[in-house]
């Protein structure tokens, strides 16, 4: 789940020493683009898409993921971009709050108010080639926890959102120590929360 994902940054930062966290949606499209102004880092066409990431097309018979770095990186040298798992950033779902990452805001942050929806970005091997472009986003649901026999559910499995995983950044400027918490721990600022919202 997310807070999984928020939690580890949390442990990793224990562990080493330097600060980490999920990446905001426009510092997740800014890695992926790497520069670039189409679709996907590599081009407008995504018949070429196989040679840099994993989906889910008619003539694929993937039905996991591939093991990390399978696939050619961006121009940033970075791996796993499109496709293969979609992974969390730190942004909640709304749909007027694209606009402002395109009018100059530095590093704009929707914090989540509501458990769902979430984003993930650049698709997986479970999702279709045109949600492995930059700008594509979707939305978590409930539905990827309706396996999972706890009661109440987990926090921190998503047992039917396998295609889901995470990537971390460690920014240039350490946050203050009132900064970290809310970075790390969002997940929990829901005004109300009730056993079956988990």
Known sequence: TRHSALKFCQWLTAQTGHYYRLPTEAEWEYA????????YSFGNNPKHL?????????????????????????????????????????????????????????????IAITRYPRIVKGGSWFDYIEDTRVASRSMSEKIWKDWDPQVPKSIWYHTDGQHIGFRVVRPLKTPTVEEMHLYWNTDWWEPKRNAEDL
């Open 32 to 39: 992926c683009r790497a520069g670039s102004t189409t679709a």
């Open 50 to 110: 196989r040679e840099f990431g994993l989906s889910y097309t008619k003539d694929s018979d993937s039905v996991y993921p591939a093991p990390i770095a399978s696939h050619k990186p961006n121009p940033w040298g970075l791996y796993d971009m499109h496709g293969n798992v979609a992974e969390w950033v730190l942004d909640g779902f709304d749909e007027g709050f694209r606009g402002t990452l395109r009018n100059g805001a530095l590093n704009p942050w929707k």
